[in-house]
C-alpha cells in the first residue's frame, strides 16, 4: 500500500510541476493558479463532484464531457481544461486534488512564500488577519501565504502554524493539558 501511496506522490508532483511549466511558458500562471483555487473548492464543497471523480467506472469520454461542462460554467482556462481532460486519459484523474494543491504549494514556493495557518477561536476582521500576516512576515523573514480559519471549538485564543513551527494559546489545548495533569496525579 505505502508502494502506491509513493507512487501518487511522485506522480502528483510530476504533473504539477508539469502544470507550472505550461502556466508559465504561455504566461498564463495566475490565471491558471486562480483556476485550480477555484477546482479545488469545487471539489472540497461539493459530494457529487467527488464522488464522480473517485469514480472509476465512468467512461473517459463521460468524465471529459463533464469537465468541459464545468469549464464553460466556471470559464476556466483553456490550458487548464486541456490538462484536465490529459489528467483523465491518463487516469489521473482519481488524483486531481493531490496534484492541484501540489500545484498551488509550487507557485507559492517560486514566489517565495512560506505557507502558514491560522485559526482562531472568534471570527478575526480582515485588518485582524492582515495584522498578523504582516508580523509574521517580519517574525520570519519571508513572505507568508496565510491561510485563515475560524474554528470556535477553541473557546478562545489561536494556533498559527508557519512551517513545522507551531504556536497554540487555545483554551481548548490548555483545558486538555490540565486534563492530562489531572489524569497523571
Do not use: W
Not at 136 to 155: A, C, E, G, V
Amino acid at each position: 500500500m505505502s508502494k502506491n501511496k509513493n507512487f501518487s506522490d511522485t506522480s502528483a508532483n510530476r504533473y504539477s510541476v508539469a502544470l507550472y511549466e505550461l502556466a508559465k511558458e504561455s504566461n498564463e500562471l495566475n490565471e491558471i493558479e486562480k483556476n485550480c483555487l477555484s477546482f479545488i473548492n469545487l471539489i472540497s464543497n461539493n459530494e457529487e463532484i467527488k464522488s464522480f471523480i473517485k469514480n472509476p467506472t465512468i467512461k473517459k469520454e463521460e468524465l471529459i464531457t463533464i469537465i468541459s461542462k464545468i469549464s464553460n460554467n466556471y470559464n476556466l482556462n483553456a490550458l487548464f481544461k486541456k490538462f484536465l481532460c490529459f489528467l483523465i486519459t491518463k487516469r489521473r484523474f482519481f488524483y486531481v486534488n493531490k496534484i492541484l494543491n501540489d500545484f498551488i504549494e509550487t507557485c507559492s514556493k517560486k514566489r517565495g512564500e512560506v505557507n502558514a495557518k491560522l485559526t482562531s477561536a472568534r471570527e478575526l476582521s480582515e485588518s485582524e488577519i492582515s495584522s498578523i500576516k504582516d508580523e509574521l512576515t517580519k517574525n520570519f523573514n519571508s513572505k507568508i501565504r496565510l491561510n485563515y480559519k475560524h474554528d470556535p471549538s477553541l473557546i478562545g485564543g489561536l494556533i498559527v502554524q508557519v512551517g513545522s513551527t507551531m504556536v497554540d494559546t487555545s483554551i481548548k489545548n490548555k483545558l486538555n493539558k490540565l486534563q492530562n495533569i489531572m489524569v497523571e496525579a
